[in-house]
């Protein structure tokens, strides 16, 4: 008996050991995580949020890349597009906006390239890359949305432009953003008409399934307007989440168009093309 009262003691003390000790390794593990996120929120300022830095630190290991995906790729956001990140917050539930900040980060600085569609046919795929610099635009999103849907919030950015080899006009690639995507009436449009989500395409930021904007007889006149090509010329999508990425073909401007004067949209608004305008910081 007093053997036994003997070894339950002995695993009572080994259990408390390993309880210790597991408490402390959990404490020195929540103490790294805490002090690397104070020096990185103090590094990453003194470096303008650079994304591919950010991109490298995320990489490193499973604890960065949570701590980017819960806090940095945020912070970064509202860093590099303070104007536009706080137009989509406001008024958002929590001030949380649609899909993760690790997808919206990828938005703004993230070329998604293009591959065939059944309504825009291409030769070959064209990778995504990195951008340098965009410009989203809350005008130019008003015209991408048809006239019962005008009130909604769309920044949509200026085409990537991609020369093509085998054909005369240049490849365009953009992409854009709801705010408020669920109570859209884009949204409610969507959903009324039943359109079911297109097959094999998926939102090259959030990896959410999407609905063909073309399919949906949902693309206005003046988002041909705005990127400067044929209606028949571009094709878009919307996420689940309110991610808009698309594609069209860019007509060459002749000299007496470059010199000509700018279209009006429905609205009033300048409806210039943005094409051959050079944008060095993010709004």
């Known amino acids: 008996m007093a053997k036994k009262s003997i070894s339950i003691m002995s695993q009572r003390r080994r259990l408390n050991s390993n309880g210790i000790a597991e408490s402390s390794s959990s404490q020195l593990d929540n103490d790294s995580v805490i002090h690397s996120e104070i020096i990185l929120r103090l590094v990453f300022p003194c470096m303008k949020w650079d994304v591919h830095s950010l991109c490298q630190i995320a990489s490193v ?6 701590l980017a995906k ?24 929590n001030n949380r906006i649609g899909g993760e900040w690790d997808a919206m980060a990828k938005l703004l600085f993230h070329c998604c390239g293009c591959n065939s569609t059944r309504h825009f046919q291409m030769s070959q795929s064209y990778p995504g890359h990195f951008v340098k610099s965009s410009r989203f635009s809350k005008t130019s999103g008003r015209s991408f949305l048809v006239k019962r849907c005008r009130t909604d919030l769309l920044y949509v950015s200026d085409p990537c432009e991609h020369q093509i080899r085998d054909r005369g006009d240049d490849l365009g ?4 953003v709801f705010g408020g995507f669920m109570k859209s009436k ?15 395409v998926r939102c090259p930021f959030c990896g959410g399934r999407v609905w063909s904007m073309t399919a949906a007889r949902l693309v206005p006149r003046s988002a ?10 571009l094709e878009y999508f919307v996420c689940v989440n309110g991610h808009l990425h698309g594609s069209c073909w860019l007509v060459p401007l002749s000299s007496d168009e470059e010199g000509a004067d700018n279209d009006i949209d429905d609205d009033g608004n300048d409806d210039r093309d943005g094409r051959n305008q050079i944008y060095k910081k993010w709004i």
């Open 61 to 66: 290991n499973r604890k960065l890349r949570a």
């Open 70 to 93: 819960r806090l940095l790729w945020k912070e970064m956001c509202i860093y590099r597009a303070p104007r536009m990140i706080a137009t989509l917050m406001d008024g958002a539930p």
């Open 173 to 176: 690639i953009f992409r854009g």
């Open 186 to 200: 884009t949204r409610a449009c969507l959903i009324t008409r039943e359109l079911e989500v297109e097959e094999g």
């Open 224 to 233: 041909a307007r705005r990127l400067g090509t044929m209606e028949n010329g």
